[in-house]
T-cell receptor, first 112, second 110 residues
């Protein structure tokens, strides 16, 4: 069976510090991988998606970046965090069927 | 630009009642329309989905109604139960990209 792991689950970072969130998928190969951010009142905002190693599509211009160094690994990074980067970050993979994404447990980031 | 508009933002329904959440989309290129359910502290999970060539899809107490000409679709939860209390997201997708609405916080009164 397929599983998705996302870490860390919670982190508190000062403004201007770097960020690295990691996501790995097990039990499948060549999945599409996604990073979403969930902020209060803004729903699920698509940040990046990847259809293969080294292939990253960015949906929102900002100080975040994503990388896919391995087939089942997706990393979200920032060199300098902003207050507005606070939120609940969700990694997802899919789909077996169109529209079906499987989400991780999320990483809650608070920037102070 | 908000490609998927969802309403209402929050909804309170009596146990046994019908919960209705509406969504509208702009891009006619979207070709699948899923609904996701999210409980606090968890990632969303697929609830039900529909293709635009179908006007209605029912799975248990959950039904999607789809109006292609109006570019609208809705989720109906029949016989709503307290366990249905969650945040619901509509979404629209094409190829590899899936765009979500802002979500509806549903609370079912016991």
């Amino acid at each position: 069976s397929q599983t998705i792991h996302q870490w860390p689950a919670t982190l508190v970072q000062p403004v201007g510090s770097p960020l690295s969130l990691e996501c790995t998928v097990e039990g499948t190969s060549n999945p599409n991988l996604y990073w979403y951010r969930q902020a209060a009142g803004r729903g699920l905002q698509l940040l990046f998606y990847s259809v293969g190693i080294g292939q990253i599509s960015s949906e929102v211009p900002q100080n975040l970046s994503a990388s896919r160094p391995q087939d089942r690994q997706f990393i979200l990074s920032s060199k300098k965090l902003l207050l507005s980067d606070s939120g609940f970050y969700l990694c997802a993979w899919g789909p077996f069927v169109p529209g079906e994404l499987f989400f991780g447990e999320g990483s809650r980031l608070t920037v102070l | 630009q908000q490609q998927v508009k969802q309403s209402p933002q929050s909804l309170i329904v009596q146990k046994g009642g019908i919960s209705i959440i509406n969504c509208a989309y702009e891009n006619t290129a979207f070709d699948y329309f899923p609904w996701y359910q999210q409980f606090p502290g968890k990632g969303p999970a697929l609830l039900i989905a529909i293709r635009p060539d179908v006007s209605e899809k029912k799975e248990g107490r959950f039904t999607i109604s789809f109006n292609k000409s109006a570019k609208q679709f809705s989720l109906h939860i029949m016989d709503s139960q307290p366990g249905d209390s969650a945040t619901y997201f509509c979404a629209a997708g094409r190829d590899d990209k899936i765009i979500f609405g802002k979500g509806t916080r549903l609370h079912i009164l016991p």
